[in-house]
């Protein structure tokens, strides 16, 4: 429906004939432009407002998902570091800019920088799914197979209480396995956990079969 994209303009039309700071003048341009899908257009109109307010952080995480949506693999790095020297232990958002810079950094091949922004971030909030999400690539993409599928398993107490997120997590602990060669736990993970949350339990014993 356009409806919510008809309302988005009536307001900012409303908006700018009101006393608006510069802030609310250049979130309501964020807005705009996602209200068209220009996701690479509101990304940097976020950015924009990380540049002049660091510590805003509906900013950061809009930046960072508009990074995430359109592929911008080096701002999930170059993003949360452009702020995180603002964030000071006990802030608000501390971990959870850590947290963002290790996914960012794992994926920029900074191994050994991405582990130590997400074990501080876990130190911090150590139910951040995002975190665990962070280091399970980072182990994967490093070849550490046996110590992602052993920090998962150790942290599962945590990460499975976000359930939103727990099935991508199990996914992952399900590619340990498979890297780890230990196909028959991969299938069993699949038939009795991860199956159940996306197809409703189809097993997959045709693979078992020709396993």
């Known amino acids: 429906s356009d409806q919510p994209r008809k309302k988005l303009i ?29 996701l690479y257009g509101a990304m940097v109109c976020f950015e924009n407002i990380l540049a ?7 900013a950061l995480h809009m930046a960072y998902f508009m ?10 790095r170059d993003t949360p570091a452009s702020v ?20 960012g950094q794992a994926e920029m091949g900074e191994y050994e920088a991405s582990e130590k922004n997400g074990f501080l971030a876990l130190d911090c909030f150590p139910l951040d799914s995002w975190t665990y999400h962070g280091l399970a690539h980072n182990y994967e993409e490093s070849g550490q197979a046996l110590r992602g ?3 998962l398993e150790n942290g599962e107490p945590m990460w499975t209480r976000g359930v939103t997120f727990s099935n991508h997590l199990w996914w992952h602990t399900g590619l ?6 230990q196909f028959e736990s991969a299938l069993e993970l699949y ?15 045709f693979l078992r079969n020709e396993h």
């Open 52 to 58: 002049k307010y660091p510590l805003d952080a509906y």
């Open 67 to 76: 990074a995430l949506m359109t592929g911008h693999t080096s701002r999930l």
């Open 149 to 151: 599928s052993k920090f």
């Open 84 to 103: 995180v020297k603002e964030y000071k232990p006990g802030m608000p958002f501390y971990g959870h800019v850590h947290g963002k810079l290790c996914f």
């Open 10 to 38: 009536d307001f900012s039309n409303k908006a700018k004939k009101a006393k608006l700071t510069n802030l609310e003048m250049m979130h309501l341009e964020a807005a705009e432009r996602l209200s068209v899908e220009d």
């Open 191 to 205: 038939d009795d956990t991860i199956g159940p949350m996306f197809y409703g339990g189809k097993k997959l014993q």
């Open 176 to 181: 340990f396995f498979v890297q780890l060669g």
